[in-house]
């Protein structure tokens, strides 16, 4: 009975394969539903596989890596024609995906990328993340250009910062990139920076701690904009007004930040787009056609944000756009 | 003479040196910037005057924690542990915002409204976490299942349910009767601080006015002795269970209305090790027995003041957790049973060598 049960799974996933056959199917190993961003960063990868209208096996991991080591073997066992792969930890990788490699199936990473020493030890198609330092570098630049816009570019400013999780990718890029620019405004003094852990709540208490600590703040530079919208609160509470007293700088640019900006309780937000589909399947149809891509690391296009638009924000001489106009184009 | 016994004993008790480490730490925060203790009156945009100043801060911000551990301290009295207590807090939130936004495709501007009844946000949380306390209770009072094994379910489950209810999304409300509960103020004084004071001083009065309290410590104490001495030792458990998990939903309306959203992976998140640690360092022991409601109200002050100390004076964020960890190792060391002897004995020899010269 089992056997013939066996059979008949089989020769079903024989059949299954043969109809499919000539369509292109594509392992998705994503770490779970950890935050908005995320979500919207599976939602545009999925939503743009279909559109292309390639096979896509999706895989949840639930924020465990025994999960996706488990996802990305199944893929080899049914043989996907590409994989795209972003990893919960940046360490352990090593193994299963020289397995990949071995099965020859072209590797895309996303988001977050492996440990340096993965990288150099493996074979990957393509690789798109973030860069977190040049974000850092985006929200001091458009701080000090805003600063000088209102007229205050020779006062003494203060500023506190919130940074993400210690020890996380984004929160130590971030920093360095702000103190990297900071560095050439001696005028824009940072006077306390502390961990918010990326969360609403601990942005909110730790800048209730900081009103306290220090009479004159003039300037929050929030690693992540839930910690700012927290911090708004706080900031409301001790009787100043969120965006005029102190001018407040977030990071990612959700939906919920394009409505602070609006509503004048924040000053501006750093893209950091989850949007991957796009690139993705642009990427997968030149493999496909049978180009090749290099290893390095490429950056998604992304911009900022604020109230009125136009503030320069970057080296190259990137122009911040006004909240109001794209809000409706924010679906997340 | 009694009355210097009663003093003799006070001194060698848990909630002295408590009280003790959290004046210390207090005082240390003091001589670093006396501004540190300072309260001011302070007018904000709307013109409401409330009180501004880092003590309100602690108060403030030690509600959740403190309310949680009202429960959790019956419950460590009993013998037991409820480590769901955070998993539910996110519960409670998530349920809350469900119902303030419901359909967000329909309302998907976060403003000024609830979609259901407001008394509906606020009593459905309570209700869902009270539910599942019961769970817990019934599993442990009345399957006799290990506390921690049993509620290690809802730990883990809490947050998957807290997601359910909301598809996984972080709901924002901008409606002013919710983000009161966790911002507004009465006569100055922020309001979690007054729903904290209310459920200190219920959980004081039903615990001390009826005999709830002495059969706590009976079941804790001796839980076979006191079932055959007729005490229903499993209802008894329950009843701990289900208040712990009634007060989680409180402090998650409070945790979701400061936010004004719910945030199912970070609402509540470790709060069932700071509110053991705040029962712990209050007084009570976790073999179960005696049990001190006051102890744990200051435990969970000592723990919201570090925290608040190392913000205030900028410890930097990689070493926030040594520190923390630092501090409460020596209010524990200072409290162990050792260290409390050898202090009183010291004393007790002084006062004696004093006694003796006195006399000649």
């Known amino acids: 009975m089992k056997k013939l049960l066996s059979l008949i799974v089989a020769l079903m996933m024989v059949l299954g394969i043969a109809a499919s056959a000539g369509a292109i199917t594509i392992g998705f190993s994503q770490i779970g539903q950890e935050s908005d961003w995320r979500t919207a960063n599976t939602d545009s990868v999925l939503a743009a596989v279909e559109a292309a209208g390639w096979e896509m096996v999706y895989s949840d991991a639930q924020q465990k890596q025994e999960n996706q080591v488990q996802a990305l073997r199944n893929f080899i066992s049914q043989g996907v024609d590409y994989i795209l792969f972003t990893g919960v930890v940046s360490t352990g990788w090593d193994e299963v995906l020289k397995e990949v490699n071995e099965a020859e199936i072209p590797l895309i990473l996303l988001d977050r990328m492996p440990e340096q020493s993965t990288l150099d030890a493996i074979d990957y198609a393509a690789a798109f993340g973030g860069d977190f330092v040049e974000e850092g570098r985006r929200m001091a630049y458009w701080t000090a250009n805003y600063v000088e816009k209102i007229g205050k570019a020779d006062e003494e400013l203060n500023v506190v910062i919130l940074e993400g999780t210690t020890g996380a990718d984004a929160a130590t890029g971030r920093q360095e990139g702000i103190m990297e620019v900071l560095a050439n405004y001696p005028n824009l003094k940072v006077i306390a920076s502390q961990t918010g852990n990326f969360t609403r709540a601990e942005g909110q208490a730790v800048m209730e701690s900081f009103l306290k600590a220090h009479d004159k703040i003039d300037i929050l530079l929030a690693h992540n904009d839930d910690m700012a919208l927290g911090a708004i609160e706080s900031i409301k509470a001790a009787g100043k007004d969120p965006g005029e007293d102190i001018i407040i700088v977030g990071c990612d640019a959700p939906k919920t930040a394009f409505d602070a900006i609006i509503a004048g309780d924040m000053n501006a937000t750093i893209e950091c787009t989850p949007l991957y589909g796009p690139f993705v399947v642009a990427a997968l149809e030149k493999l496909i056609a049978g180009e090749a891509m290099d290893k390095t690391l490429i950056h998604p296009e992304e911009g900022a944000f604020d109230a009125e638009g136009g503030i320069v924000y970057s080296a190259d001489g990137r122009v911040t756009e006004k909240a109001a106009d794209k809000i409706g184009e924010r679906l997340y | ?360």
């Open chain 2, 1 to 360: 003479m009694k009355k210097a016994i009663a003093s003799g004993n006070f001194l060698r008790s848990k909630l002295f040196w408590a009280i003790v480490a959290e004046l210390l730490i207090l005082l240390v925060g003091f001589i670093l910037r006396p501004d540190f203790l300072s309260i001011q009156l302070r007018t904000l945009s709307d013109g409401t005057t409330v009180l501004f100043g880092t003590p309100v801060d602690i108060l403030n911000r030690a509600s959740e924690i403190t309310i949680i551990a009202m429960g959790m301290t019956l419950v460590i009295a009993l013998g037991g542990t409820d480590i769901s207590v955070g998993a539910l807090v996110a519960v409670s939130g998530a349920i809350a915002l469900k119902f303030l936004r419901w359909d967000v495709l329909v309302y998907n501007t976060p403003g000024d409204y609830t979609v259901q009844p407001f008394y509906l946000v606020i009593l459905l949380p309570l209700l869902a976490c009270t539910l599942m306390g019961l769970f817990n209770g019934a599993l442990i009072g009345k399957l006799k299942i290990q506390p921690i094994i049993a509620t290690l379910i809802l730990m883990v489950g809490g947050r998957g349910i807290a997601q359910i209810v909301t598809d996984g999304k972080q709901f924002t409300t901008q409606y002013t009767p919710f983000k009161f509960i966790g911002n507004g103020s009465i006569l100055g004084l922020p309001l979690p601080i007054i729903i904290t004071l209310v459920v200190v001083l219920g959980v004081m009065l039903f615990v001390r006015r009826t005999s709830f309290g002495m059969f706590v410590e009976s079941v804790g104490i001796n839980p076979n002795a006191s079932r055959v001495s007729g005490l229903k030792s499993g209802t008894i458990i329950l009843i701990a269970y289900v208040l712990t998990g009634f007060l989680s939903g409180i402090s998650g309306l409070i945790y979701a209305s400061r936010i004004s959203s719910n945030d199912s992976n970070n609402a509540g998140l470790g709060y069932e090790m700071d509110a053991i640690l705040a029962v712990v360092i209050g007084g009570t022991s976790m073999t179960g027995g005696k049990f001190s409601l006051t102890g744990t109200v200051v435990g969970s002050l000592i723990i919201r003041t570090i925290t608040t100390l190392v913000l205030y004076f900028g410890v930097v964020s990689e070493a926030i957790m040594a520190f923390k960890a630092l501090i409460i190792a020596v209010v524990i060391v200072l409290q162990s049973e050792p260290v409390r002897n050898a202090i009183s004995r010291r004393r007790d020899r002084i006062r004696t060598q004093m006694g003796g010269e006195a006399r000649a």
